[in-house]
Each structure stands twice: as structure tokens, then as C-alpha cells.
């Protein structure tokens, strides 16, 4: 008797479009929030499990995937992670001083509000730059679990460098390992259309669109100048750095790993995605390997889009007189600052009061900014992560395609 070649169901789901199974995710997500927001609700517990699956292991596939890199890399071999640290550098300035001219062209109003704050904002650059410089050295095995990600790439970079003495076994060791992570993220990642579904259900059940309404111009001014970045300034730098038409890189990267993370609404959690992105590109793995977690950690454009907007949304408000280079200031403020916002939703808003203080803004209005912030952030901060994840592997693709 003839063995059935026809596919199982899951064969076929393993298989099929996964952009397209978001799309359906997405859709019933939203359909089932309109016809039943509390089942809406609780299905938001298959989002939860899916970024805390995509959580649990990114930072464990960083690890070793560095470590293996590194231990791996042969003498002579080139990467190209200089390239990818001046475009991040570049593209977050672009972003912040875009942010300025927006906010200049269509200034934003705020409805400040009373609110508790449960989380502490910095109080200071300095005080940025101490958690950054403090962060590298935090105990390795803590960095994993808490999946701070400058801790992670220090110390597999020491132990990547130390294990390139090692012998050959134990580097096929390494590399093996590595595999193996990457094949299990593999199988995590075929869970977003059920994770998206969950988020897309849940947000929507629980936040609505009334809120959002009030704020819509802000809305647009952010939208508008992280769009403007996407599909403007990004395509821009790709040019210059390859002499390539950009936007078929630009709108893959856009569709395949800025989906997932406007979803998700995690930097740190689509590196997953960004990783396999980047096999799929066939780029140079030496270079992502190091560079996409790195990003996920201080390629922040859409965060210094966010800091700039909101804050001179706040001086607009207070009617402060402010001129066009001390708002410079602030977005160059703004970009050194969105290097230190974690990669989690909301990592961002929590560096406004830092940005405000530039104008003797107290910390109680400040604070109300940030509780603006988290009221617009079922759009705002999705968008945001979509910008700043989708960039990791857009200027990872440029340096490594280097004409």
C-alpha cells in the first residue's frame, strides 16, 4: 500500500506564507475584539506566551551566536560592524532632527493629566550613561535572564575572543550549539500568527480607538516623521552606502521583521526575527551576529522620533519660547538618550522627563507627558519598534552589501 504524500495540516501551516498567516492573525484578532471583547481579553494569553517565549530565548541565541562568531572568526576574515555602528549613529541623529522639523512644521498640543508613574525615570544624562558603562559589566548569567542585552554581547565577546585558542572540536561545539537555538527560535517564530492574534485581540478589547482620537494630531506627527524615516532617510543612507536601488531591501526588511515587531512592541524580542532575516539575506554572519542585538540596544531612531515630538509637544503646551538650535540640542539629546531606553514596550517614554529637563520642565508635567505617551502607545510605540527593529537588519544589509 502507497504511502499518502499529501501534506498534514500542520506540514502546510509550517510551510505557508507567514506574512500572510499574520494577516489572517491579525484580522480575526481584530474581528474577535468587536464581537466579543472579553473573549478579546483573555485571548491575549497567547500573546503574552509568545513574547515571553521570543524573550526567553533571544538572549540565550545572542549569547551563544556571538560566542560562536567570534570564536569562529579567522584572522584575515572581514566583518563589516564599523559600517553598521556609523549608519545606527547616523540614522538615530536623522531621526531625532527630523522629529524637530515635524514638531516645527505642525505643533502638537497636549491634554496634560494627573497620573501615577509606578517606574523611575533618569534623572540625567549622566545617570544614562552610568547604567550603560554599568550594564556591560553585570554578571553574565543575570544579564541573560534579564535580558540586558550590552551585559550579554560584553561578555560573550570576552569569551568568544578567549575560545578562539581553543581547539577545533570545541569550536564545531559552539557552532553546533548555535544551530540548534536558531533551529528551536525557528519553531517560535511559527507561533506569531497566534501570538499576534492574542496581542491584536486584547489591545484593542482593552484600549479601544476612543482614546487614541483625541491625540490623532500627535499621532500624525509622530507617524509622519517615523514614515518619513522608513521610507525616505533609511533608502537615502542604503544608497549612499551601496549605490543600489534600496527600496526592495527596505520594504522586505518593512514586512518581515516590522510586522512582527509592531506587534510584539519589543526591539529585544524580534531579534529572533532579524536573525533569521538576516540568514535568509545570506549576509555575512560574523557581522549580524553581533550587530543585530547590538542594534536592538542603541539603533534607536524611532525612540529619538518619540523623546523629540512628545517633549516639544509639552513646550508647545506650556508655551516655552524654544529656537530652532536649542531644539537641535535636544535631539541630539534625544539620540544619545534613546541608546540607553531598554528594548521593551515603552523603554522610550521613560527618557522624556531627561529631554524636558532641558527646558525647566518640572518632573510632575513631565511625568504626565509619559502617561501621554502610554495612553497613545497601542500606535505610537508599536510603530516606533517597527522602525527601530526593521533598521537593525536594513543597515546590517547595507554595510555588509558595501560597495
Given at each position: ?222 507617524i509622519g516623521s517615523m514614515l518619513f524615516i522608513a521610507l525616505v532617510s ?152 517597527a522602525l527601530n527593529s526593521s533598521t537593525d537588519v536594513i543597515f546590517t ?7
Amino acid at each position: 500500500m502507497a504511502l499518502s504524500t499529501t501534506p498534514t495540516l500542520f506540514q502546510r501551516y509550517m510551510n505557508g506564507s507567514l506574512v500572510l498567516q499574520i494577516i489572517v492573525g491579525i484580522i480575526c484578532g481584530l474581528a474577535l475584539s468587536y464581537v466579543a471583547p472579553s473573549v478579546g481579553q483573555s485571548a491575549g494569553i497567547l500573546g503574552d506566551f509568545f513574547v515571553k517565549a521570543l524573550k526567553g530565548i533571544a538572549p540565550v541565541l545572542v549569547f551563544v551566536l556571538v560566542v560562536a562568531s567570534i570564536a569562529n572568526h579567522k584572522k584575515n576574515q572581514q566583518t563589516h560592524i564599523k559600517p553598521v555602528l556609523v549608519l545606527y549613529l547616523i540614522g538615530t541623529l536623522i531621526a531625532a532632527v527630523t522629529a524637530v522639523m515635524f514638531s516645527f512644521a505642525f505643533p502638537s498640543e497636549l491634554n496634560l493629566i494627573a497620573t501615577d508613574i509606578s517606574r523611575s525615570a533618569p534623572k540625567g544624562i549622566g545617570e544614562v550613561l552610568h547604567s550603560l558603562v554599568f550594564n556591560m559589566v553585570d554578571n553574565p548569567l543575570n544579564a541573560i535572564v534579564t535580558g540586558n542585552y550590552i551585559g550579554i554581547l560584553t561578555w560573550a565577546a570576552f569569551i568568544g575572543i578567549g575560545l578562539r585558542h581553543a581547539n577545533e572540536t570545541t569550536k564545531v561545539l559552539m557552532q553546533n550549539l548555535a544551530d540548534a537555538i536558531t533551529t528551536v527560535v525557528g519553531f517560535v517564530i511559527r507561533l506569531a500568527p497566534f501570538g499576534i492574534f492574542g496581542l491584536v485581540a486584547n489591545t484593542i478589547a482593552t484600549t479601544g480607538f476612543d482614546a487614541l482620537l483625541s491625540y490623532s494630531h500627535l499621532l500624525m506627527v509622530l507617524i509622519g516623521s517615523m514614515l518619513f524615516i522608513a521610507l525616505v532617510s533609511n533608502p537615502l543612507l542604503v544608497f549612499l552606502t551601496t549605490r543600489q536601488n534600496p527600496y526592495p531591501l527596505v520594504f522586505q526588511c518593512l514586512k518581515t521583521s516590522g510586522i512582527t515587531a509592531f506587534f510584539t512592541r519589543s526591539s529585544a524580542a524580534n531579534i529572533p526575527v532579524n536573525m533569521a532575516l538576516c540568514e535568509k539575506l545570506e549576509l555575512d554572519e560574523d557581522t549580524y551576529s553581533v550587530s543585530i542585538p547590538l542594534g536592538a540596544t542603541i539603533n534607536m531612531a524611532g525612540a529619538a522620533i518619540t523623546i523629540t515630538v512628545l517633549t516639544l509637544a509639552a513646550v508647545n503646551t506650556l508655551n516655552i519660547p524654544v529656537d530652532f538650535p536649542t531644539a537641535i540640542l535636544l535631539s541630539v539629546i534625544a539620540a544619545v538618550s534613546a541608546g540607553g531606553s531598554s528594548g521593551v514596550a515603552g523603554g522610550s517614554l521613560l527618557l522624556i522627563p531627561l529631554a524636558c529637563s532641558l527646558f525647566n520642565i518640572p518632573n510632575e508635567i513631565a511625568m504626565q507627558v509619559v502617561a501621554v505617551g502610554f495612553i497613545i502607545g497601542v500606535v505610537q510605540d508599536s510603530a516606533e519598534t517597527a522602525l527601530n527593529s526593521s533598521t537593525d537588519v536594513i543597515f546590517t544589509a547595507a554595510a555588509c552589501r558595501k560597495s
